[in-house]
T-cell receptor, first 116, second 111 residues
């Protein structure tokens, strides 16, 4: 199994540009989520999904959109990039029931995004 | 909703010493308490967890203890080694699907 795969690993955007961070998992996990981690900071939840067709907002959803058309994929779209969105983005997945059922959260390797 | 406070934010120890990181939670209904480790430039990974019906769990040099009365759980690392240097996160159990991470503790192990 590849686990959770994120692309791209590094990206530089200009202010106002849009882009999509791709995330795919091959573990048949129902729960998927996106986090951002600013330098020296913790992980903040952006959006999450408990299954195909279902998404919800996390702590810091503004400026981001998600969709979940399949169990495997959970892309994150930046609508109009701003310097404040410079961060490392982690996609994660977990078996049905999510974190509170005691399931391990599996993270992707991260995507380093710089907005200039 | 659930809130977690993690302390200290930075911890520096000499190689071979012990390190203790504490997380305090607010929801008395919480029943799952994991710790994640994130090495520099890497992804977070689960290192140990505990359920509310257990007071302590050990895995070689790491252990997690739970005090339900005081609503806190702690990560203990004994005989620290340079490879233990990392950021450690606890997670709060929101009872739902939103994950709330602690702010993280940066552990430095000096050789």
């Amino acid at each position: 199994n590849a686990g959770v795969t994120q692309t791209p690993k590094f990206q530089v955007l200009k202010t106002g540009q849009s882009m999509t961070l791709q995330c795919a998992q091959d573990m048949n996990h129902e729960y998927m989520s996106w986090y951002r981690q600013d330098p020296g900071m913790g992980l903040r939840l952006i959006h999450y999904s408990v299954g195909a067709g279902i998404t919800d907002q996390g702590e810091v959803p503004n400026g981001y959109n998600v969709s979940r058309s399949t169990t495997e994929d959970f892309p994150l779209r930046l609508l109009s990039a701003a310097p404040s969105q410079t961060s490392v983005y982690f996609c994660a997945s977990s078996p049905y029931g999510g974190f509170s059922s005691g399931n391990t959260i599996y993270f992707g390797e991260g995507s380093w995004l710089t907005v200039v | 909703g659930e809130n977690v406070e993690q302390h200290p934010s930075t911890l520096s120890v000499q190689e071979g010493d012990s390190a203790v990181i504490k997380c305090t939670y607010s929801d008395s209904a919480s029943n799952y308490f994991p710790w994640y480790k994130q090495e520099l430039g890497k992804r977070p990974q689960l290192i140990i967890d505990i359920r509310s019906n257990v007071g302590e769990k050990k895995d070689q040099r790491i252990a997690v203890t739970l005090n339900k009365t005081a609503k806190h759980f702690s990560l203990h690392i004994t005989e620290t080694q340079p490879e233990d240097s990392a950021v450690y996160f606890c997670l709060g159990d929101t009872g739902g699907f939103k994950t709330i991470f602690g702010a993280g503790t940066r552990l430095f192990v000096k050789a």
